[in-house]
Structures are given as structure tokens and as C-alpha cells.
């Protein structure tokens, strides 16, 4: 079955305390993106990649890092995690980039920060 | 001004009535998807456009690039409907989202 995956699906941590969330996909994708969805807010963009070892940023990349070294996985990694880093965070993955190919979605990580 | 604008942002409606949800951009685009969050959470993409009308059951897209507006239709709606349904679009490379429209059809 094509699928996004992230694990965890939930995740309450303390400040300041480095964790990873992962992301894998199933479909040889090149498209690979993270976004955060807040109340008011919506859906942003953290960090996008075209390809294996090509990550840029997107809207909100402030306090994360990425790294795209298999085809298939995108680990969304936070150094130092803060209280406004609370959010349900998303990864995606399509086979075209610039948006112009289908989306898929993964089940999404709720994380709290403390 | 946001670059994308979304409406209505909330919607409740009796089931069989048809719905329209529109979307407004000021920039131009690669590509503008519908996408659907069902309460749980789970985001599902509904349509891919980049010109012209596209219908999927009872839900049919439109897009006027000239206008910079779509629109989502909704026939026939039905309580499995309710939903926030978002629109999204290619800028470069990097997505832009609406704030989404939180439909909730009555039975």
C-alpha cells in the first residue's frame, strides 16, 4: 500500500531536550516536505527537498534541521525544542516537485513541548 | 495581505444543499490543489489544477488563472462532507496554504 509514515504520533517532551520525528515513504518519491498546522495559523512549510541530499528551507525554518540522505526518508530533527515549537506537524511526499504532482500526506505528529 | 484568502471560513449547511468554497491568490502559480482534513486530523489531496474544471463524484473543482480564483463544489452534500477543506498552491518551490473552511453538514 503507497503510505507516509511518521513515527511518533505523539510526542511530549521537555525544553531544550533534542528529538527526531521520522518520516518515510513508500512510493520512490523525489518530493519530500514538513509543515506545521496551528490554530489561526493553518498549514506552513518548514523545509522541503527535491531530491537526496537537496533540503531547502520554506516558510518557518527557524529551530529545525533536515536531512535527505535515503530517497525514502525525511527525518524532521529539533535541536533544541521550545514551548512555541508545539504543533501537529505533517510530512508529505510527491512525485513531482513545485507542487505539481499529487500529494500525499502522512497521519500527522502531534508534539508538546514543555 | 495574505497570499492566499479562503472563504467562507465556516460553513454549516443541511445535508443535500450545494456548497461552494472559494479561494482567492495574488501571486502567480505552478499548480493549486484541494485538500481535505478530516476531523481526526488526516490530510487527503482532493484535486490538482492548473487550468480548467475537474469533478471527482459529487465534487467538482474550477480554476481561473486570469481571476486567480478557484472555487470547490460540493452536490448533493452529505454529514461524511464535514471536514476543513483547504486549498494550497506551488509558488517556486515552496507551498502556500489557505487557513482552510470548516464545513459542517446537518443531517
Known amino acids: 500500500e503507497a503510505q507516509v509514515t511518521q513515527n511518533p504520533r505523539y510526542l511530549i517532551t521537555v525544553t531544550g531536550k533534542k528529538l527526531t520525528v521520522t518520516c518515510s515513504q513508500n512510493m520512490n518519491h523525489e518530493y519530500m516536505s514538513w509543515y506545521r498546522q496551528d490554530p489561526g495559523l493553518g498549514l506552513r512549510q518548514i523545509y522541503y527537498?527535491?531530491?537526496?541530499?537537496?533540503?531547502d528551507k520554506g516558510d518557518v525554518p527557524e529551530g529545525y534541521k533536515v536531512s535527505r540522505k535515503e530517497k525514502r526518508n525525511f527525518p524532521l530533527i529539533l535541536e533544541s525544542p521550545s514551548p512555541n515549537q508545539t504543533s501537529l506537524y505533517f510530512c508529505?511526499?510527491?512525485?513531482?516537485?513545485?507542487?505539481?504532482?499529487?500529494?500525499?500526506f502522512g497521519p500527522g505528529t502531534r508534539l508538546t513541548v514543555t | 495581505k495574505n497570499e492566499v484568502e479562503q472563504s467562507p471560513q465556516n460553513l454549516t449547511a443541511q445535508e443535500g444543499e450545494f456548497i461552494t468554497i472559494n479561494c482567492s491568490y495574488s501571486?502567480?502559480?505552478?499548480?493549486l490543489h484541494w485538500l481535505q482534513q478530516h476531523p481526526g486530523g488526516g490530510i487527503v489531496s482532493l484535486f490538482m489544477?492548473?487550468?480548467g474544471k475537474k469533478k471527482h463524484g459529487r465534487l467538482i473543482a474550477t480554476i481561473n488563472i486570469q481571476e486567480k480564483h478557484s472555487s470547490l463544489h460540493i452536490t448533493a452534500s452529505h454529514p461524511r462532507d464535514s471536514a476543513v477543506y483547504i486549498c494550497a498552491m506551488g509558488r517556486d518551490d515552496k507551498i502556500i496554504f489557505g487557513k482552510g473552511t470548516r464545513l459542517h453538514i446537518l443531517p
Open positions: 489544477l492548473s487550468s
Open positions: 501571486v502567480g502559480i505552478s499548480a
Open positions: 508529505a511526499s510527491s512525485p513531482d516537485w513545485g507542487f505539481v504532482g499529487e500529494q500525499y
Open positions: 527537498s527535491m531530491n537526496v541530499e537537496v533540503t
